[in-house]
């Protein structure tokens, strides 16, 4: 997802933060570094539609990151109609340039304005101090103000069932990641994908290729070879755009899509897809808005909330197989399973866990690979 290297020098606060609170699973309530409640916002004024802004950090592209947030708006527009009045702003940089857009968003009027990069974080903050009066939404940071709110998802779910799939779908027993940077949330995905392909090939190993970019096409590519170089022949990334899975297809190998459905890149490769969702958080976010029960919350939520999903699966996939996947699927939005359970180690021989299920701090402080991944994290 877009965000940039900063997060990095974050992660001290980011686990502070965890240790404190955590997390919560679903729609809860604000987070409890905010030193008292925060009373609800008055509703929109009678008579006039409730006026959103969205700042994205690229172009609006078919597919990943961005395409996801922008098919959240519509989903939300098309759900309210007349009720609200919806904008966005795409290829937003972060820095300087953000906190100029987000600003004058909000000297235009707007209700609500959503940013979706992690880079927008501070900019999104020294807004929302400026003008209270106005709601503001930030995807994947972790500062709340008594006028913003934070939310992002659970994509390690989504992460270890693809896991599953691909350790049945292998021939070789490796599976490879174009990944972006070494941040707890990709580092999550990793891991799950690595518990899940173990829990059905106990013997796959999955190597990792560190880009060093959210968004290079070219370079994300020249991972993804290097990747089925190494013997890897079922290929995913963490990255925004969809070059790992055109480079599968080219090879004749599988991949699994992220963030959206990418068959389109390649048909053939693709054989499942973690897509991520926004709309209905959205949506209940304007809704709350309009009727003036919204407040800021910090948001974490996974497939049984919507936010994301896995599926779209090829046909060459067999039919027992996907209702296995869709059983481990069930189990875990009713809380059965959970993809951090059980005694884990990492891949330098370190158990991490015991048993039990592993707690939100936890997850959200990761900086650990669990065995079976080959290699370890860049330094920086």
Known sequence: MSKNLSRRRALPVIAALAAAAGRPRAFAAAAASQAAPISPFPPVASGRPLRAAFVYVTPITATGWTAQHEAGRLEMQRALGDRVQSRAVANVPEGPDAERVIRDLARQGNDLIVTTSFGYMEATLKVAREFPHIAFEHCSGYKTAPNLGVYNGRFYQGRYLAGRLAGRMTRTGIAGMVAAFPIPEVIQGINAFTLGMRAVRPDARMKVVWAGTWYD??????????????????????????????????????????????????????????????????????????????????????????????????????????????????????????????RIVDNQGRVRQSGGVMDDATLLAMNWLVDGVDGGLPRG
């Not at 990418?262 to 490769?269: I, S």
């Not at 948001?299 to 046909?315: I, K, L, P, S, T």
Request: glycine share 10%; aromatic share 8%; hydrophobic share 40%.
């Open 217 to 342: 096409p070219g370079r994300e590519r020249d991972a993804a070879r290097l990747l089925i170089g190494q013997g890897a022949d079922v290929l995913t990334h963490h990255t925004n755009s969809p070059a790992a899975i055109q480079a599968a297809e080219d090879a004749h190998c599988d991949a699994i899509g992220y963030c959206s459905n990418e068959a389109q890149y390649g048909p053939k490769a693709q054989l499942a897809a973690v897509t991520l969702h926004w709309g209905r958080f959205y949506t209940e976010t304007a809704r709350q808005l309009l009727q003036g029960d919204w407040a800021p919350r910090n948001v974490w939520g996974g497939m049984e909330q919507g936010f994301v999903r896995f599926g779209d699966f090829n046909a060459a996939v067999p039919s027992d197989l996907i209702r296995q996947v869709a059983a481990t699927q069930a189990a875990i939005e009713a809380g059965r399973a959970h993809p951090f359970s059980g």
